[in-house]
């Protein structure tokens, strides 16, 4: 008796908000409102940690609210947008595991792919949504009421995390997402080409827009060599093993999206951020852009870029004797062990000093380096009126 009189009162609760909030009819609103209240209940009764809670009725009624915002979140942005929200929603999830990294194609292919894998995934959440609440299997959305209960039930369907091996688990749409990658014969898949866009701010270096800019462009620029494809995705993956092993899982985040080609406005809504806050997460991203392209991976950002030792660090005949002409005489003797391929430890131990000291000194070189090769693009000194 307690139970029915619980979801009698969440029910009630839910009808009114969604006679309030829409223009549906008004068995419309009682057949969404039923079904968000079963969906509640149900979970609220297969849980054994909310049965354990002591607190049943509370939890079921959170539950439902959830829902129903969802589902009424969904109706306020209508057909066209709310579609949209969803697919953008569920493709800045899936976007790194629907291709293998080794793997190379164009970027529109690679879009054309997320778009057939949601697509079969829908239909997956159609049935699904038909089991759980128990509809015919004919059921279809056709109202805009049901249209939002069911983009809302999709939302969530692919964020379920399952159980897997040794305690682990993962959103269950990323399973799919990675199931159907694997499926997909070579030609099919797409390569992660579009890099972070560098933002306004001041930065704590002197390494400038444009020195960031060769390397985004080279990570969209397209090529037919194998080896050139090789290494922009070898970095590609490098960059984003980086950011993760610092801790910094919203860069990862805000790199994930540029990578997907997002307009800025919308990665602001699906990381949640005001404009200020995506500025300074963007700052900080260059920022570690910076140490990962000087620093941590120089050898191989070089490489990439045709801008290595064995190129005199990509700079012309007159520039590398103006790089020359601009650093000491320690730096130089630097600059011939580091051109002997010797490590770090081995050219602080020639040059009688700290590992960690060589790293700061080379770094300064490079930066240097990036300087004077991106004077011309950039257009520095060119007038400092502007």
């Excluded at 629907?98 to 079969?120: G, H, N």
């Excluded at 390569?191 to 400038?208: C, F, H, K, R, V």
């Excluded at 064995?310 to 004797?321: C, N």
């Excluded at 051109?339 to 000194?361: H, Y």
Aim: charged share 25%.
């Amino acid at each position: 008796m307690g139970e029915i009189c619980q979801n009698e009162t969440i029910f009630q609760r839910l009808l009114r908000e969604l006679n309030q909030s829409t223009r549906a009819s008004e068995q419309n609103c009682r057949d969404v409102a039923e079904r968000i209240t079963e969906e509640a209940t149900r979970i609220c009764t297969e849980s054994k940690r909310i049965q354990d809670s002591g607190d049943v009725e509370t939890w079921a009624m959170t539950l439902a609210q959830h829902r129903l915002q969802q589902c009424i979140q969904y109706y306020q942005l209508g057909q066209n947008a709310g579609s949209l929200e969803l697919h953008s929603t569920l493709s800045a999830i899936v976007y790194r595991y629907i291709t293998p990294p080794q793997v190379q194609s164009s970027y529109q292919a690679r879009l054309e792919l997320i778009k057939d894998f949601l697509q079969a995934f829908y239909l997956e959440t159609l049935n699904a949504f038909r089991k759980e609440a128990q509809l015919a299997a004919t059921y279809r959305p056709r109202t805009l009421l049901e249209l939002a209960e069911y983009m809302a039930f999709t939302e969530r369907y692919g964020k379920r995390r399952i159980p897997l091996a040794r305690g682990r688990s993962q959103q269950l749409i990323i399973l799919r997402a990675q199931t159907f990658s694997q499926q997909q014969p070579k030609e099919s898949f797409v390569d992660l080409e579009q890099a972070a866009e560098g933002g306004g701010g001041e930065s704590d270096t002197t390494w400038n827009d444009s020195s960031l800019g060769q390397v985004r462009s080279a990570m969209v620029t397209e090529s037919n060599e194998s080896e050139s494809d090789s290494l922009r995705q070898t970095v590609v993956e490098e960059l984003m093993a980086y950011l993760e092993e610092h801790k910094q899982q919203d860069c990862a985040d805000y790199f994930a999206l540029r990578l997907q080609d997002l307009p800025t406005r919308e990665i602001e809504e699906i990381l949640g951020l005001t404009p200020r806050q995506r500025d300074y997460l963007q700052q900080r991203f260059k920022y570690h852009l910076l140490r990962f392209a000087l620093g941590h991976r120089w050898e191989l950002v070089h490489q990439w870029l045709e801008a290595d030792l064995e190129r005199d660090l990509g700079l012309l005949p007159h520039q590398w004797q103006e790089f020359l002409d601009q650093i000491g005489s320690e730096e130089q003797s630097l600059l011939k062990l580091k051109q002997q391929g010797l490590s770090d430890a081995e050219v602080a131990k020639i040059l009688n000093c700290k590992a960690a000291q060589i790293q700061k000194r080379w770094f300064k070189l490079l930066e240097l380096a990036w300087e004077i090769r991106n004077r011309s693009v950039s257009g520095v000194g060119a007038s400092t009126d502007e």
